[in-house]
């Protein structure tokens, strides 16, 4: 069992600053990357950014420059660090893990989501 607990969701006004954070807990064995995603209302889920073991980093397009995702490996946390905040970034923001269990099977596992809210 592997449980995804996400933080720091809100609202905030445009061109302002909010921070996610993501614990991941449970029979994890080692992680492959952890990513955040993104579904507006309406909306298909899109990848907003994945960060790998070795710390390599990819980020959607609209998000570059403005966001930045880390991870601590030792704590199994990621963080998207969100900056310039415009009301396209409203969305439910969902962390992601790529992971092998105990049992040495792959697997991956969604948080439940945060809120994010630009204002304009």
């Known amino acids: 069992q592997v449980q995804l607990v996400e933080s720091g969701g809100g609202f905030v006004q445009a061109g302002g600053s909010l921070r996610l954070s993501c614990r991941a807990s449970?029979?994890?064995?080692?992680?492959?990357?952890m990513a955040w995603y993104r579904q507006a209302l309406g909306k298909q889920r899109v990848l907003v950014a994945t960060i790998s073991t070795a710390g390599d980093t990819n980020y959607a397009d609209s998000v570059k420059g403005r966001f930045m995702i880390s991870r601590d490996n030792a704590e199994n946390t990621v963080d998207l660090q969100m900056n310039t905040l415009k009301p396209a970034d409203t969305a439910v923001y969902y962390c992601?893990?790529?992971?092998?269990?105990?049992?040495?099977?792959?697997?991956?596992?969604w948080g439940q989501g945060t809120q994010v809210t630009g204002s304009s």
């Open positions: 449970g029979s994890i064995f080692s992680i492959h990357s």
């Open positions: 992601v893990l790529r992971a092998r269990n105990t049992l040495r099977i792959n697997f991956g596992s």
